[in-house]
């Protein structure tokens, strides 16, 4: 089955094309920093959202148009493998990610949905062998169906905790079997609605216990990917104990996990926190704990995890400046967790859409490691933090201080005098260099 037969190749056409199926800006074999734009960028599709999403929302039924929708179970499951493939390849995109359930229909028990992975997992096992598009990452579904209605791995019943630890094994075997490059964990309903019925320290305690077993039959059975936690504040539940990368670094330090685990940071997971998107990246980059992104926006008008694809420029720039920082993004990459509106429901809606993504983030790049390689910020935070460099300032930074000691300092103080944070010039900067960048591709 050809899924898409009116879309051909993507290809890059430069600033001046006016085709919507077209790459104006991002050019895969671009050299930045001396690397590929396509290494640097790691672009990976969300099973999820373009191959099983319909387009539901709480006042309105499916309406995504897809030509694979007259089928069911595992004939569903097999032609959304090859539209999949279609897409990928159309796209060129190096990687893709999924749960367990967007790639096979669950059974009416575990052992049967086991079986139904295993078949798809084999069909997708041999797309691999000769595709470019490789697993970035998989995951196990832990929260849509009835049983999670509790949680998983913080139900108060222990037999859904078993449930839960099983589909994460099977998951961790399939990472193996298809060699995904990491392994996500993602609480959707790791939290509380209230804390009158909820023992949350018994509930955090078995998140950790889980999240140690994985680590364990990840030993076992050799599976090399690295782990990520994909935090989120609330919604579903009105607090998820994966709040955001602050609230998860703590959580994997109390429980001696922190060494086996990065984050997974989603911009509209920021949001939704009360963040901006760099402020997450940043946290984890600096704790040493950024391993990969999941590219979209949210809706500053609306309240919830809209998961639009990414096209404001400005923040896909100071995005791409803390994972540059970061010395790239490692075993992971920029995945397009990402769902076209309800409203646009035509299938070539999904390429055109990614086009739209693709693009915003190659010039986020560009600006990025042009910010960086003429220090634009660099020299003014360096410049605005002078004092610890010399003197009390020094001593502070070095160790050497104590309370007697900056007493002493303080008293000899006449005046203290500070500069200007210049905050509206540095933003009129990077605009400045967003303008500068696209000019000079479009001559």
Known sequence: MTAFKEVGNILYEGPTSTNP???????????????????????????????????????????????????????????????????????????????????????????????????????????????????????????THPRYVHGAATSNSADTFAYAAAQVKKGLEIGKELGSENYVFWGGREGY??????????????????????????????????????????????HQYDFDVATGLSFLQTYGLKDHFK????????????????????????HGMLGSVDANQGDPLLGWDTDEFPTDMYASTLAMYEILKNGGLGSG??????????????????????????????????????????RALDDFVDDRYASFREGIGLDIVEGRSSLRQLEEHALSLTEIRHRSGKQEKLKGLINQYLLETMNSVNV
Request: charged share 25%.
């Open 21 to 143: 199926l077209a790459f104006k800006y991002y050019n895969p074999n671009e050299m930045v920093n001396g690397e590929r734009m396509e290494d640097i960028l790691r672009y990976s599709v969300a099973y999820w959202h373009t191959f099983t999403a319909g387009g539901e929302d709480p006042f309105g039924a499916a309406v995504m148009q897809r030509p694979w929708l007259h089928l069911q179970g595992l004939d569903l499951a097999k032609a959304r493998v090859e539209a999949a493939f279609e897409l990928f390849e159309k796209l060129d995109v190096p990687y893709f990610c999924f749960h367990d359930i967007d790639i096979a229909p669950a059974g009416a028990s575990l052992k049967e949905s086991n079986q139904n992975l295993d078949i798809i997992s084999a069909m997708i096992k041999d797309y691999l062998k000769t595709s470019k598009t490789q697993l970035l990452w998989n995951t196990a579904n832990l929260f």
């Open 193 to 238: 609605e209230s804390l009158l019925n909820t023992d949350m320290k018994l509930e955090q305690d078995n998140l950790a216990r889980l999240l140690h077993m994985a680590v364990d039959y990840a030993k076992e059975i050799n599976y090399t990917g690295q782990f990520l936690i994909e935090p989120k504040p609330k919604e579903p539940t009105k």
């Open 263 to 286: 984050f997974n940071v989603e911009a509209n997971h920021a949001t939704l926190a009360g963040h901006t998107f760099e402020h997450e990246l940043r946290t984890a980059r600096i």
């Open 333 to 374: 990459g920029l995945n397009f967790d990402a769902k076209v509106r309800r409203t646009s429901f035509e299938a070539i809606d999904l390429f055109e859409a990614h086009v739209a993504g693709m693009d915003c983030f190659a010039v986020g790049l560009k600006v990025a490691s042009k910010l960086i390689k003429d």
